[in-house]
T-cell receptor, first 114, second 111 residues
Framework: DTGVSQNPRHKITKRGQNVTFRCDPI?????LYWYRQTLGQGPEFLTYFQNEAQLEKSRLLSDRFSAERPKGSFSTLEIQRTEQGDSAMYLCASSLFSSTETQYFGPGTRLLVL | KQEVTQIPAALSVPEGENLVLNCSFTDSAIYNLQWFRQDPGKGLTSLLLIQSSQREQTSGRLNASLDKSSGRSTLYIAASQPGDSATYLC??????????FGPGTRLSVLP
C-alpha cells in the first residue's frame, strides 16, 4: 500500500469554471477527510465520510462545494463556479475508525483560480 | 468550539539544540491529539499521536506530552538537525468530531 494519493497535484483554472479533485485513501481505512489549507495556516476541516456516508460538513463547505464517496473507497471533491478565494491546497486524509484513529494525509491538490 | 493555538509561530535554532514547541487548546474534552510535520508545499506526515488517557509518547528524538487539564501539549525535539526544518502542526480530536488544527510553528535548524 502506497498511502493516500490525490489527483491532480496542481490545478489552474479560470474563475467560474468547475473543478473536481480525487482522493484514494489507504485501502482498509473507512474514514476519509477533506481539508483546505491556505498559506501560513493550519488545515481547516471541510467534511468527512465513514464508508460511503458523509457524516459531517463544515460551514466552510458552501453550496458550491460537493463531496462524494460512492462506494466507500475513493472520494471526489467538486467546486462549482470557482472563485479566487477558493485558491488553496486541498488535502485528503484517511483513518481507520478505532481507538487510535491516526490520520494519514495525501500530498494535496494545489488549486489556483485566476 | 475548539480552538488551537501554537507558540512560537516561528523558531530558528542552531543545529544540535534541544527545543520545545507548544500547543494549547480550549476544550479539554479531547479524544486524542496528533502532531504532524509539513514540508513546504507538501502534505502532512504524522509524527506522534497521544490518546486522552496518555501523558506522553516518544519516537526517536521526539517526545510529545499531554496535559489535558491545562489544555496543553508540548513537542520536544532533541539534538535538532537541519533535516528537522519544517512546519510542525498539532491537531486535536474531540469525541466524535473532526480534527481542529493549530496554525503551526515554522522551524528552521541552521547548520
Amino acid at each position: 500500500d502506497t498511502g493516500v494519493s490525490q489527483n491532480p497535484r496542481h490545478k489552474i483554472t479560470k474563475r467560474g469554471q468547475n473543478v473536481t479533485f480525487r482522493c484514494d485513501p489507504i485501502s482498509e481505512h473507512n474514514r476519509l477527510y477533506w481539508y483546505r489549507q491556505t498559506l501560513g495556516q493550519g488545515p481547516e476541516f471541510l467534511t468527512y465520510f465513514q464508508n460511503e456516508a458523509q457524516l459531517e460538513k463544515s460551514r466552510l463547505l458552501s453550496d458550491r462545494f460537493s463531496a462524494e464517496r460512492p462506494k466507500g473507497s475513493f472520494s471526489t471533491l467538486e467546486i462549482q463556479r470557482t472563485e479566487q478565494g477558493d485558491s488553496a491546497m486541498y488535502l485528503c486524509a484517511s483513518s481507520l475508525f478505532s481507538s487510535t484513529e491516526t490520520q494519514y494525509f495525501g500530498p494535496g491538490t494545489r488549486l489556483l483560480v485566476l | 468550539k475548539q480552538e488551537v493555538t501554537q507558540i512560537p509561530a516561528a523558531l530558528s535554532v542552531p543545529e544540535g539544540e534541544n527545543l520545545v514547541l507548544n500547543c494549547s487548546f480550549t476544550d479539554s474534552a479531547i479524544y486524542n491529539l496528533q502532531w504532524f510535520r509539513q514540508d513546504p508545499g507538501k502534505g502532512l506526515t504524522s509524527l506522534l499521536l497521544i490518546q486522552s488517557s496518555q501523558r506522553e509518547q516518544t519516537s526517536g528524538r521526539l517526545n510529545a506530552s499531554l496535559d489535558k487539564s491545562s489544555g496543553r501539549s508540548t513537542l520536544y525535539i532533541a539534538a535538532s538537525q537541519p533535516g528537522d526544518s519544517a512546519t510542525y502542526l498539532c491537531a486535536v480530536n474531540n469525541y466524535g468530531q473532526n480534527f481542529v488544527f493549530g496554525p503551526g510553528t515554522r522551524l528552521s535548524v541552521l547548520p
